[in-house]
């Protein structure tokens, strides 16, 4: 018995709230350094694959070359003098990484092409893969990063969007892996939009809602933040949406700004203030909800429809296109940065879908959000899954503790694999209660410092 497959998400590498991400913004933390010390011990010699869930790097809120250098710096502590980890990396692009994604199958629709013979009809552009790691998709620009440095000799990462099926021979299960930005509806925006403007059905598989929103995702998501100056104050903007004083006084100044400048028309400029203060006030409150944002529950009740809806429609329909029929799965994803684990019914399936999330490991308030944290998810031999939660925000210092999260399905196989991972995990010694402590401090001093953005703005 052993690890064959550890997933992890929404790292956030280069991001100034990631606690993986020391102040210098190219540097793992001290938790980073501890978490990647738990992770040896967790994984002894059994060189699992690595699958990065999506945004694992921060495009979305830091330049791409500190953050490309924060992730190689992390993989050093991973595949070292000791590796930790085996010889490949599945990636699985979310939002905030999203342009990885765009730039690698762009760059393989552009072998394709120069592979057709003259006179053949060329290929058509893809926007998803399949559900399998394919080597002949690698994720370009990680392996333009590694190339450049002998050390990374025989290390490869492959892309894989947006889900990724784990299989074993001769097994009934199947484990699919999805970074989650498809179970929000802001990620469909410009279907939604389309639907407006020339009545149409909703998307129904993965390609066509990849193929329909893949723009708005990568402009809004993977290239805004990074636009100069307008990135440096979009990016301050994000930071402050959680904290409606600072959001109602920035909303409120451009709101007046534009009332200044519109001067056409009969109406006085306090009526144009009052009207886009309503209508710039009600733009924001969109953006605010945000799922990562949302601090009442496991799921906001939109997400959790938006779950339902992917697991029961696009993702059914992928598995039957692919011939997987299985009623036995599993389902673990992101993008939340609350990690939970709960059996959930979908229409039109017999058992149950045992579904992970593995939370994230960044900041997003000043004030403690207890639903939030992280966890790995570890899937071994015969496809048993079990999740390790390495931390939950506390307000209390004593709480943080890792721990191996009970058997969501209750059978011999996951038993035996809770028992493996709990001999290895020993929550009050080294190196566990010095991440615990690590997490603790970094959390603390991530909260102060948007308290005072906070503070600043409101």
């Avoid at 620009?141 to 889900?163: C, E, F, K, M, S």
Wanted: glycine content about 8%; charged content about 20%.
């Amino acid at each position: 018995m052993g690890t064959r497959w550890v997933i992890l998400s929404d790292l956030h590498l280069g991001a100034d709230q990631s606690v993986l991400t020391a102040d210098d913004g190219v540097t793992p933390s001290a938790t980073a350094e501890a978490f990647a010390a738990c992770l040896s011990e967790l994984l002894g010699d059994d060189s699992p694959t690595l699958v990065l869930a999506g945004d694992a790097i921060e495009l979305a809120l830091s330049e791409m070359g500190p953050a490309f250098t924060v992730f190689e710096r992390f993989l050093e502590l991973l595949c070292g003098d000791q590796p930790v980890i085996g010889k490949r990396i599945i990636y699985i692009p979310g939002n905030h990484d999203h342009h990885l994604w765009q730039v690698s199958r762009q760059q393989g629709f552009m072998r394709a092409i120069a592979d057709t013979e003259p006179g053949d009809e060329l290929p058509k552009m893809w926007f998803t893969s399949g559900l399998d790691a394919d080597e002949d998709l690698p994720l370009s620009p990680l392996v333009a990063l590694l190339r450049r440095d002998p050390r990374w000799d025989g290390l490869y990462i492959d892309a894989v969007y947006p889900n990724l099926a784990l299989r074993v021979a001769d097994a009934e299960r199947t484990v699919i892996v999805h970074h989650g930005h498809f179970i929000e509806s802001i990620y469909s925006a410009m279907s939604n939009l389309g639907s407006l403007v020339f009545p149409s059905s909703p998307p129904t598989t993965v390609e066509q809602i990849e193929r329909e929103n893949n723009s708005w995702i990568d402009f809004l998501w993977s290239e805004l933040g990074r636009s100069g100056a307008v990135g440096t104050d979009l990016h301050t903007a994000y930071h402050l949406l959680p904290d409606a004083r600072s959001v109602r006084h920035l909303s409120n100044g451009v709101a007046d700004r534009i009332a200044a400048r519109w001067t056409r028309g009969p109406l006085p400029e306090n009526v144009r203030r009052w009207l886009l203060r309503g209508i710039i006030g009600d733009v924001v409150s969109t953006a605010r909800a945000l799922e990562t944002h949302e601090h009442g529950g496991v799921l906001s009740p939109g997400a959790e429809r938006g779950l339902h809806q992917y697991l029961a429609g696009p993702l059914t329909t992928q598995l039957a296109t692919n011939g997987d029929d299985s009623n036995d799965l599993a389902f673990v994803f992101g993008h939340t940065h609350k990690p939970y684990q709960q059996l959930l019914r979908v229409e039109d399936r017999v058992g149950p879908i045992a579904v992970y999330n593995t939370g994230g490991w960044v900041n997003e308030r000043a004030e403690v959000q207890h639903t939030q944290g992280a966890q790995a998810v570890l899937v071994d031999d015969e496809l048993n899954v079990i999740a390790v939660e390495f931390y939950r925000q506390s307000s209390n210092p004593k709480a943080f503790a890792v721990r191996v999260r009970e058997p969501l399905i209750d059978d011999n196989g996951h038993r035996q694999f809770h028992d493996y991972l709990t001999q290895r995990v020993r929550p009050n010694e080294t190196p566990w209660v010095d991440f615990s402590s690590a997490v603790s401090s970094e959390l603390d001093s991530r909260r102060a410092a948007l308290a005072k953005l906070y503070q600043n703005y409101g």
